[in-house]
């Protein structure tokens, strides 16, 4: 008697939108806004265009729930982190840092500005995913900081967080990465640890704090 073949159920609405999702996110990361088509992806997912348009209208739609959908993944990731209480602050951090630039790896600075150029309402809603996540992540993180002594509180958190939301909201602009010549993981990367860690060694921020004592 021959062996039966199971074959797999098909795949939930839910989970061919999350296929196509992951599959745009990778594409648009290496190459852009304008080098994504809906031919491109269809024949790299192996389906038809038309089976594509079921989950999306098109490719702006796909677009922004990848911004969306990033925006999600990272808050989900700093709230894990960030209820771990078998992590301390500096762990928090050092593992969000290492999640954000392991999700950046491949980001193309050039799709950034592909975006801005092709499709400036796309590129909005990216700031405005920024705009949002930073101050949810961060702010959850300088609350536990002060409230545990490790983080100074003569400063006040919204002007903390205005501070490094803007700072970064310049640096991730096209013309900033041209500028720094680096990609978004690095600017992420280098931007929290200089901000959360400081520019002085202990030896300098000594002297800073002698020669302008508060």
């Given amino acids: 008697m021959a062996a039966s073949v199971s074959i797999p159920p098909p795949a939930t609405s839910t989970e061919m939108r999350l296929r196509i999702l992951r599959a745009a996110r990778a594409r648009f990361f290496v190459?852009?806004?304008?080098?994504?088509?809906?031919?491109?992806?269809?024949?790299?997912?192996?389906?038809?265009?038309?089976?594509?348009?079921?989950?999306?209208s098109g490719k702006d739609e796909i677009i922004g729930a990848v911004i969306e959908d990033l925006g999600a993944e990272i808050r989900e990731e700093a709230d894990s982190l960030i209820r771990d209480r078998r992590l301390n602050l500096p762990e928090k951090l050092r593992g969000f840092i290492e999640s954000m630039v392991e999700r950046l790896a491949n980001l193309n600075p050039r799709a950034v500005r592909d975006l801005q150029r092709f499709a400036p309402a796309l590129h909005d809603r990216l700031d405005e995913m920024r705009r949002k996540n930073i101050p949810y992540v961060f702010g959850r993180l300088i609350e536990e900081g002060q409230m545990t002594g490790l983080v100074r509180t003569d400063l006040p958190p919204a002007f903390v967080i205005g501070f490094f939301l803007h700072a970064m909201?310049?640096?991730?602009?096209?013309?900033?990465?041209?500028?720094?010549?680096?990609?978004?993981?690095?600017?992420?990367?280098?931007?929290?640890?200089?901000?959360?860690?400081?520019?002085?060694?202990?030896?300098?921020?000594?002297?800073?704090?002698?020669?302008?004592?508060?």
Avoid: C, W
């Fill in 31 to 56: 190459h852009g806004y304008s080098r994504l088509t809906m031919d491109h992806l269809a024949a790299e997912l192996g389906m038809s265009k038309k089976t594509l348009y079921v989950h999306f």
């Fill in 169 to 214: 909201q310049g640096l991730m602009q096209p013309a900033g990465l041209e500028d720094l010549k680096l990609n978004p993981r690095d600017v992420v990367a280098n931007g929290i640890d200089l901000f959360f860690g400081g520019l002085f060694t202990p030896a300098g921020r000594k002297q800073y704090e002698k020669t302008f004592p508060r």
